[in-house]
C-alpha cells in the first residue's frame, strides 16, 4: 500500500477543520432567534413596576431596571414559548442622592418574557452564580410572581462580586466627592445595610468586611438571597424616613436673606443656603407650602435633587425663589431667567391649589429641572441644545423616570404607573410623547386618564385638607 | 541723603498712581458688577410679554462716600426697580475708586440695563425706547456732568411651563 505523506494528511485536516468553522458559523446565524423587543418594552410598560422594587429601609429601596440593549433569547428558545431574557439592573433609590452606581449582587435577576396571545408574561426570574442562565435556567412555574432558577445545586451563595468570578466579602470603595460639603457611605451586606459612615468631602475611602456568609443556616434547597457593594450618598450627612409634615402654621421658616425688598421672608434653608433657594411668603397655601418644604428641605436625593442641589446648594451664586401666583387655568407653573443669575418659579395657584399633593409635587419637580436647564444655557453661553424650546424634549427623553423615582421616594404608597403618568405632565408638546401616542394610542390614553385622576377637580392622590 | 531718599520715593509714588488708579477702578467696576448680578432683575411680566428692556439708573452721590439717592428713568418696569433703587445694595461699595477721587456734592454716575431675550436677542427693540433710556422723572437733560458706565446687560429666558 502507497503511504500517504504526512503533510497531505496534514492538508486535509485544515480543510476539514475550515469547513466545520464555517458550518458551524452558518448553523449560529441560521439557528439565533429573533424576538420583539418592542413588543416586550409595552408589555413592560403596562405591569406594576413598583412590584419590581425591594425596600432596604424606610426611605431607600433597589429599582430593578431592564436592560434592553443586552435582551437575550434563552438556549430552549423555541421550547419555552420564545422565552427571552432581559437582565435586570439594581439601583438604590429614594432617600438620599444616589452618588455611585455600583451595586454588586451575588443575585442576578433577569426579566423573563415568554409570548402569551398577542402579549407577554412577564416574570421575574434569579440566579445565585455567575453561571450563564442560557445553560442553567430551569422554570419553576409552580411560582405566580416569581420564576425563581433552579439547578444550580449546592451553591447556596454565589459570589459576593460575581464579575470577578471568586468570593469576595471584604471591599474596598473609594469615591469622589468633589461638589458636597459630606458623604455617607453605605455598605450592603447580604441585603442588610449594616455599615454607615459619613465623612467630608475630598477622595475617602472606606473598607467593608461582610463576612463569610452562614452556609449552615442556608439549607440545599434554599436559596441564599444576598447581596452586597457600596452605595454612596452626598449631602446632606444622613439617610433619614420621610420627613415632618410641614403647614405654614407649624413651619418655622427662618426668613431674611431676601435683599431690600424684603419680600422673601420665608427662607427655603433645608440643603441650600438661605441666600440660595427662598420660597417666597406669597407661598401660603398649605399644599404648596407642604410641597415646597418636602421637596427643598428634605434629603430627597435622586439624579435630579443632586443636579439641582450641585447647582443651586452652597455655592450662593444663583438664586431661586419659589412664588405662589394666580395665572389662570393653562398652566401649572412658569419659571423664568429674570436676571444672570436669579430664576423665579411661580406656582399656579389656580390650577394648584385643591390638586392632589402628588401633583404639585411632580410640578415642582418639572420646575426644578426648567431651573437647571436655564442656568445650563446661561453656563453654556446659550448653547443650542440648551434653548428653552427644547427643555420638554430634554426633561422627555432623559429625565421621566428619574422625576417618577423622585416622586416615589416621597410618596411610598405611589403606583409606579401614576407616577411615570405625573412625570409626563406637560410634556405632551414633545416628540417622545408624539411617537408614544402614535405607536400606543391606548397606553397613552389611559396615562392620561391616571395622570387626571391627581388634578383639582378629582379625587386622587393625596388631598390637603 | 534723606531728602534723596524723599525724592525718589516721591518719584515711585507719582509713577506708579496712573496704574495703581487703573487697578482699582477696574476692581471697583468688578465689584459694582457682582452687585449687580445679585439685585439686577428684570420684569417677569415683560420677559411674558416678550419686551425687551432700556433703561439706566442715576446715583447720586454725596461727600464720603455717600449714596444720597438713586433714581430709575421712567420706563425702568416698576415691579423690580424698587431693589435696585434701594441705597443699601450699594453699602460698601468705595465709589472712590470708581471716580478715581474722592466723591463731591453733585457727583453722578448713570448705569444703563439692557435687558434681552437670550433666545431672541435682537427683537423688540425700537427707535423709543433708545431715547427714552435716558429720561429721568420726565425731563429730558441735554447735558449733564457725570460718569457714565458700561451698560449691564439682563439675558433673560423663559417663561418656560
Redesign the interface.
Known amino acids: 500500500m502507497k503511504r500517504i505523506p504526512i503533510s497531505w494528511l496534514l492538508f486535509a485536516c485544515c480543510l476539514a477543520l475550515l469547513s466545520a468553522c464555517k458550518k458551524a458559523d452558518r448553523t449560529g446565524a441560521v439557528d439565533r432567534p429573533e424576538f420583539d423587543i418592542t413588543g416586550i418594552r409595552t408589555a413592560y410598560a403596562q405591569i406594576d413596576h413598583y412590584a419590581l422594587r425591594q425596600k432596604l429601609n424606610d426611605s431607600l429601596f433597589i429599582a430593578w431596571r431592564p436592560q434592553w440593549d443586552q435582551a437575550f433569547a434563552a438556549a430552549d428558545f423555541k421550547s419555552y414559548k420564545n422565552l427571552v431574557y432581559i437582565p435586570l439592573k439594581g439601583q438604590v433609590v429614594g432617600g438620599a442622592q444616589l452618588f455611585s452606581d455600583n451595586l454588586q449582587t451575588n443575585v442576578r435577576r433577569f426579566l423573563a418574557a415568554q409570548r402569551s396571545g398577542n402579549g407577554y408574561d412577564l416574570k421575574v426570574c434569579e440566579i445565585y452564580s455567575g453561571q450563564d442562565p442560557r445553560s442553567q435556567v430551569r422554570l419553576d412555574r409552580s411560582q405566580n410572581s416569581v420564576m425563581l432558577v433552579q439547578g444550580l445545586d449546592g451553591h447556596c451563595y454565589g459570589n459576593f462580586r460575581y464579575l470577578q468570578g471568586e468570593p469576595q466579602t471584604s471591599s474596598t470603595h473609594t469615591e469622589a466627592c468633589l461638589y458636597y460639603h459630606e458623604c455617607t457611605w453605605v455598605a450592603i451586606c447580604n441585603g442588610v445595610q449594616n455599615v454607615v459612615y459619613t465623612r467630608g468631602e475630598g477622595h475617602p475611602s472606606m473598607v467593608q468586611d461582610c463576612g463569610i456568609p452562614n452556609q449552615m443556616g442556608c439549607g440545599w434547597n434554599t436559596w441564599f438571597q444576598g447581596y452586597g457593594g457600596w452605595q454612596v450618598y452626598c449631602n446632606p450627612d444622613e439617610i433619614d424616613p420621610l420627613p415632618p409634615v410641614y403647614t405654614t402654621e407649624n413651619w418655622s421658616g427662618t426668613g431674611g436673606a431676601g435683599g431690600p425688598s424684603n419680600d422673601l421672608t420665608i427662607g427655603g434653608g433645608g440643603n441650600y443656603g438661605l441666600d440660595t433657594v427662598l420660597v417666597d411668603k406669597s407661598v401660603a397655601d398649605p399644599c404648596l407650602a407642604w410641597a415646597t418644604q418636602v421637596v427643598l428641605n428634605r434629603p430627597v436625593l435622586n439624579q435630579i435633587s443632586a443636579m439641582f442641589n450641585q447647582i443651586f446648594g452652597g455655592k450662593g451664586e444663583y438664586t431661586v425663589v419659589f412664588t405662589q401666583e394666580a395665572m389662570g387655568s393653562i398652566d401649572a407653573a412658569k419659571t423664568l431667567a429674570e436676571g444672570n443669575y436669579f430664576i423665579k418659579t411661580r406656582l399656579n395657584s389656580d390650577v394648584l391649589t385643591h390638586s392632589s399633593k402628588e401633583l404639585i409635587v411632580a410640578t415642582l419637580v418639572h420646575e426644578m429641572l426648567h431651573g437647571i436647564f436655564l442656568i445650563k444655557k446661561k453656563l453654556s453661553n446659550d448653547a443650542p441644545e440648551w434653548k428653552v424650546a427644547l427643555n420638554h424634549e430634554m426633561m422627555a427623553n432623559n429625565y421621566v423616570t428619574n422625576m417618577a423615582d423622585f416622586l416615589q421616594s416621597i410618596f411610598f404608597g405611589l403606583n409606579y404607573n401614576d407616577a411615570l403618568a405625573l412625570s409626563w405632565e406637560g410634556l405632551e408638546d414633545t416628540d417622545a410623547w408624539t411617537k408614544f401616542k402614535t405607536e400606543h394610542p391606548n397606553d397613552a390614553n389611559l396615562m392620561q386618564i391616571r395622570a387626571d385622576q391627581f388634578e383639582r377637580n378629582h379625587s386622587g392622590g393625596t388631598r390637603c385638607p | 541723603m534723606r531728602t534723596l531718599f524723599l525724592l525718589l520715593a516721591l518719584i515711585t509714588a507719582i509713577a506708579t498712581a496712573p496704574a495703581q488708579n487703573s487697578s482699582h477702578k477696574e476692581a471697583a467696576a468688578k465689584a459694582l458688577v457682582k452687585i449687580f ?8 411680566t415683560l ?2 410679554r416678550k419686551e425687551p428692556g432700556l433703561y439706566a439708573l442715576k446715583v447720586k452721590l454725596g461727600a464720603g462716600n455717600k449714596v444720597k439717592e438713586i433714581i430709575a428713568s421712567d420706563n425702568a418696569p416698576a415691579d ?1 426697580i ?2 435696585m433703587t ?1 441705597p ?2 450699594f453699602s460698601g461699595y468705595h465709589w472712590e475708586q470708581l471716580l478715581g477721587r474722592k466723591t463731591r456734592e453733585g457727583d453722578l454716575v448713570i448705569m444703563p440695563i439692557v435687558a434681552i431675550s ?2 431672541e436677542p435682537t427683537s423688540g427693540f425700537s427707535p423709543e425706547k433708545f431715547e427714552k433710556q435716558f429720561i429721568f422723572q420726565g425731563r429730558k437733560s441735554n447735558f449733564e456732568n457725570c460718569l457714565l458706565v458700561q451698560p449691564y446687560i ?8
Open positions: 448680578d445679585k439685585h439686577c432683575k428684570y420684569s417677569g420677559i411674558m423690580v424698587g431693589e434701594d443699601a445694595i437670550s433666545d439682563i439675558r433673560y429666558s423663559g417663561p418656560v411651563t
